[in-house]
């Protein structure tokens, strides 16, 4: 672990490459590591060969990827802010993080850990790249929902309260505060 960490700290980019496979590793905390490493190698200076800055894309494929196929609740929140961290430079790029952890928030089976991950991703997303692209209506919708309590969360109480607090930083960071959430 103290490898990859050291990877990251780096932040050059062309260490990406060492990065990547591990993502796909036996455990949960060495994914969730290798997305931080690589969310923070990618704050290096782009690569001289990659003017068109499309290394950005494919990172930011294989993490969603990584995100999609991840089946330990607990790593989302690792995953789901390290993905939100990238140097997006096009509004799509934060629209496609958007949908996923938006979706997350949705199709995870109410899992309040998973929730949790994909509102703190969420909250990442909004505050480092609304200038860029707004976060959806949608997403907002759905916020707001888990924010407020409507949303159905599995889980320890502990852990829906803190599913909520981050969906409610979230709504706060996507400046979609409503006067029922704030309520609530």
Request: aromatic content about 2%.
């Amino acid at each position: 672990h103290a490898a990859i960490r050291a990877l990251g700290r780096l932040e050059r980019r062309d260490v990406v490459t060492n990065l990547l496979p591990l993502l796909g590793s036996g455990s949960a905390e060495t994914r969730e590591l290798t997305a931080f490493a690589i969310a923070q190698a990618m704050r290096g200076e782009r690569l001289p060969l990659d003017p068109a800055g499309t290394q950005v894309d494919g990172v930011l494929t294989a993490l969603l990827d990584a995100i999609g196929s991840e089946r330990d609740p607990s790593a989302i929140d690792g995953f789901a802010r390290s993905v939100a961290r990238l140097p997006f430079e096009r509004a799509d790029q934060v629209q496609r993080v958007d949908r996923v952890l938006g979706g997350n928030l949705a199709g995870r089976g109410s899992i309040a850990e998973a929730i949790r991950g994909a509102a703190a991703g969420l909250e990442v997303l909004a505050r480092l790249h609304v200038k860029r692209a707004p976060v959806s209506e949608r997403t907002i919708g759905q916020l707001r929902a888990l924010a407020s309590g409507r949303a159905r969360l599995v889980g320890s109480p502990d852990a829906a309260r803190d599913a909520r607090l981050e969906g409610l930083r979230a709504l706060i960071a996507a400046r979609g505060l409503d006067e029922e959430s704030l309520r609530v």
